[in-house]
């Protein structure tokens, strides 16, 4: 009985240091990116964090404006500083955060530029919605593109994937 207590304790206590970990701040240089809110920081010599930015939702890279997506976002962050903050970690096992340059919160100058959408499921920070609807009026990003154009990356992956199954039949 004692070893299972022991074992128990340790066990916690483990899962109490990776909690802990997750919500310290990152520091490190942006050496890589995925697509309009997926970047790689170099946290030291050889540590990479791969980092969804958390809240939005960028254009997949196939679809209308996911490439410009990409371009607004390494304007912004690659090879630069960065911190991040607010982490958690997504279904997928991935770091979800804020990523700041020099004090600006990169995730909400994306729904700005109007290069990515707020993701509604996983919204926290309700201004983002005002940013989002600011952009829209402006025309900003691609909110300048035909209205049949601009998908959300929600439904663009769900239609992919029906196409696919629908191709594996």
């Given amino acids: ?28 240089r942006v050496i890589k990116l995925a697509n ?3 970047l790689t920081i170099l946290v030291d010599e050889s540590n990479e964090v791969k980092v969804h930015l958390a809240e939005i939702d960028a254009p997949e890279l196939s679809q209308p404006y996911g490439r ?7 304007t912004l962050v ?4 960065v911190k991040v903050k607010d982490q958690t970690t997504g279904r997928d ?7 700041y340059v020099g004090g600006k919160d990169i995730n909400a100058v994306m729904v700005q530029q109007g290069a990515a959408w707020v993701d509604r499921e ?3 920070d309700k201004d983002l919605l005002a940013l989002e609807q600011e952009a829209r009026q402006n025309k900003e990003g ?14 663009w992956r769900k239609k992919k994937q029906n196409w696919k199954n629908e191709s594996d039949e």
């Fill in 122 to 124: 996983f919204l926290k």
């Fill in 78 to 81: 690659l090879d630069k500083s």
């Fill in 36 to 38: 309009g809110d997926t």
């Fill in 68 to 74: 410009q997506s990409l371009g607004v976002l390494a």
């Fill in 142 to 155: 691609l909110w300048s593109l035909p209205e049949n154009k601009r998908v959300p990356p929600w439904e």
């Fill in 93 to 99: 096992g991935r770091t979800v955060a804020h990523v």
């Fill in 1 to 28: 009985m004692h070893t299972r207590q022991l074992s128990l304790f340790i066990w916690i206590f483990s899962l109490l240091l990776v909690a802990t970990a997750r919500a310290e701040e990152i520091q490190g």
